[in-house]
């Protein structure tokens, strides 16, 4: 099946720095979604992109739309504690009902370093 | 902000034991999909539902699983006889609000059930 390269695995942020982290896939996907799940939580949608090219943002998070369609990356700039949870890219074949499932990557998972 | 709802949040259950897990999708969509998402993993795609009838399913959607919209309201996901691997968080999502296409791709989950088999 389709398969999403998520990376890094994890990462320790210090706050006030910026973040970055990205996902690759083999295969063409027509949308792409980034999500974060706290601990005990479902995930919560935090940008959707709909075109390839596209840079979105919403507050401190900005996501691109890889031109190719096969990526897409996240930055999160200034970061505070609060950003600390798994980060999950998803993409998705088609544009709703049965071609609306969403692939998942393995997540990346942001912790405040010691 | 509307939201899907999933009863009960923690169900412990004996292996071979029937389990039915309910969700309450946001009023207006018409899109459901059930996610499961094993302790430390990925959030696994199980199964979408449209127009009351399943639209696709994934290869761990055996016969030990069904969905059903008993209503206007609910839908569940019955495992028939659970087996210890199917511990879990197990996620419900619903999607496409009516007459927008982008809403149609962007997906809203639930808090999730976590299922524990012993």
């Known amino acids: 099946g389709q398969q999403l390269n998520q990376s890094p695995q994890s990462m320790f942020i210090q706050e006030g720095e910026d973040v970055s982290m990205n996902c690759t896939s083999s295969?063409?996907?027509?949308?792409w979604l980034w999500y974060k799940q706290d601990p005990g939580e479902g995930p919560v949608l935090l940008i959707a992109?709909?075109?390839?090219?596209e840079l979105t943002s919403n507050g401190r998070l900005t996501a691109q739309f890889g031109i190719t369609r096969k990526d897409s990356f996240l930055n999160i700039s200034a970061s505070i504690p609060s950003d600390v949870g798994i980060y999950f890219c998803?993409?998705?074949?088609?544009?709703?009902?049965?071609?609306?499932?969403?692939?998942f990557g393995k997540g990346t998972k942001l912790s405040v370093k010691p | 902000e509307p939201e899907v709802t999933q009863t009960p949040s923690h169900q412990v259950t004996q292996m071979g034991q029937e389990v039915i897990l309910r969700c309450v999708p946001i009023?207006?969509?018409?899109?459901f999909y059930w996610y499961r998402q094993i302790l430390g993993q990925k959030v696994e795609f199980l199964v979408s539902?449209?127009?009351?009838?399943?639209?696709?399913k994934s290869e761990i959607f055996d016969d030990q699983f069904s969905v059903e919209r008993p209503d206007g309201s609910n839908f569940t996901l019955k495992i028939r006889s659970t087996k210890l691997e199917d511990s879990a968080m197990y996620f419900c999502?619903?999607?496409?609000?009516?007459?927008?296409?982008?809403?149609?791709?962007?997906?809203?989950f639930g808090a999730g059930s976590r299922l524990t088999v012993l």
């Open positions: 999502a619903s999607s496409g609000g009516e007459g927008t296409v982008s809403g149609a791709n962007v997906l809203t």
């Open positions: 295969s063409i996907f027509n949308t």
């Open positions: 992109l709909y075109k390839a090219g």
């Open positions: 998803a993409g998705q074949r088609g544009y709703g009902g049965s071609q609306g499932n969403l692939i």
């Open positions: 009023s207006n969509h018409l899109y």
């Open positions: 539902f449209y127009n009351n009838e399943i639209s696709e």
